[in-house]
Nanobody, 113 residues
Framework: VRVYESGGGLVQPGGSLRLSCKASEFDFSIYTGIWYRQAPGKERELIAT???????EYADSVKGRFTISRDNAKNMHYLQMNSLTPEDTAVYYCTRRPAPVNWGQGTQVTVSS
């Protein structure tokens, strides 16, 4: 039971990225999907969740700029990130709730000019 994150990269301030989270060996549709991020020297931060019934919640730091979504047919969920700033630079991780899986390798997002 694992998750695989992808889609990170280097982007200029004001740019956009779309992260993907692929579930392996479990059905993502019956879980809440969650995105966390961890910036250098900081604790891991929960930034977005999407419930089984598509109720979305966001941390204040990303509200209005990030959108979480899911595609149950593909067993994936996504994080669309717009209006990125250098403060969004971090490694981004996905997981599920309840019964969180082991952390994946994450995907690095770097926002820099």
């Amino acid at each position: 039971v694992r998750v695989y994150e992808s889609g990170g990269g280097l982007v200029q301030p004001g740019g956009s990225l779309r992260l993907s989270c692929k579930a392996s060996e479990f059905d993502f549709s019956i879980y809440t999907g969650i995105w966390y991020r961890q910036a250098p020297g900081k604790e891991r931060e929960l930034i977005a969740t999407i419930s089984r019934s598509d109720i979305r919640e966001y941390a204040d730091s990303v509200k209005g700029r990030f959108t979480i979504s899911r595609d149950n047919a593909k067993n994936m969920h996504y994080l669309q990130m717009n209006s990125l700033t250098p403060e969004d630079t971090a490694v981004y991780y996905c997981t599920r709730r309840p019964a969180p899986v082991n952390w994946g390798q994450g995907t690095q997002v770097t926002v820099s000019s």
